[in-house]
């Protein structure tokens, strides 16, 4: 079964309004989340590392006031798309990694917002 | 620093084909490398790993050998199958798990019937 359960896996929102999106890890306890955004036919881009109880990384060039992010508990991460806009519609894919050196990650379903 | 390249692709190929998708890396330390696979509309699903030189790792007929005289991880499969288009992602990883992988661009494969 799924390690990391992503949920919507779908969403429609119009412009302006604000969209939550949540990654839940199912049987271990991630400290750290791993926060993506993939445009059609192109590769991810990593767009910031959620951190539990601390305040996220963000990558250079990603809005930190348009892509929140919080990391409450061990097992959920959330990324709420602030004021949304056409442009910010995308495949959004959350991940997280089991504590150790060189492990593997597991990633959510992925969540496909559309902005009208 | 880490880096992955892969080809881009997109490669066609006819059922029952073979396949190769190359992977090449740069890493610090002995890192544990990584295929996934993306099917439309999904996330990444971890396809084979190995995590030591010369560790072959497979899975649903698909294999690669972690080779470290040429820093390659390439894919392979002897028979594709149509249900195998997908994009494929080469990936690595020598740190702890409070760092991302570092991914390939990814290449998308089609097989045609």
Known sequence: GAVVSQHP???ICKSGTSV?????????????????????????????TSNEGSKATYEQGVEKDKFLINHASLTLSTLTVTSAHPEDSS????????????????????????VV | GNSVTQMEGPV?????AFLTINCTYTATGYPSLFWYVQYPGEG??????????????????FEATYRKETTSFHLEKGSVQ????????????????????????????????
Do not use: H
Not at chain 1, 20 to 48: G, H, N, V
Not at chain 2, 93 to 113: D, E, H, Q, Y
């Open chain 1, 9 to 11: 896996s779908w969403v």
């Open chain 1, 20 to 48: 939550k999106i949540e990654c839940r890890s199912l049987d271990f306890q991630a400290t750290t989340m791993f926060w993506y955004r993939q445009f059609p036919k192109q590769s991810l881009m990593l767009m910031a």
């Open chain 1, 91 to 114: 495949f959004y894919i959350c991940s997280a990694r089991r504590t150790g050196v060189n492990t593997e990650a597991f990633f959510g379903q992925g969540t496909r917002l559309t």
């Open chain 2, 12 to 16: 066609t190929l006819s059922e029952e």
């Open chain 2, 44 to 61: 990444l699903q971890l396809l084979l790993k190995a995590t030591k030189a010369d560790d072959k790792g497979s899975n649903k007929g």
């Open chain 2, 82 to 113: 149509v249900s195998d288009s997908a994009v494929y992602f080469c990936a690595l990883t020598s740190n702890s798990g409070n760092t991302p992988l570092v991914f390939g661009k990814g290449t998308r494969l089609s097989v045609i019937a």
